[in-house]
């Protein structure tokens, strides 16, 4: 894993019942890594390098289908 990016957002949909919003997703090499908020990041980012990426602060993240 070279080094993780976390995009915060004003509220994440996650469309999965047991935790439907969020507000930051870690993503490394494409791939998500965790969803919730930066507390419940800490293992990953106490471990590796990270960024934060504000760019969707004031936004609502939706997944889509490509």
Do not use: E
Request: charged share 20%; net charge neutral.
């Amino acid at each position: 894993m070279k080094h993780i990016t976390v995009f915060k957002a004003k509220k994440i949909i996650t469309m999965n019942p047991q935790q439907s919003t969020a507000t930051a997703v870690a993503v490394s090499d494409g791939k998500i890594l965790s969803v919730g908020d930066l507390d419940t990041m800490q293992p990953w980012l106490s471990s590796y390098s990270y960024v934060i990426d504000d760019r969707f602060a004031d936004a609502v993240l939706l997944p889509g289908f490509i």
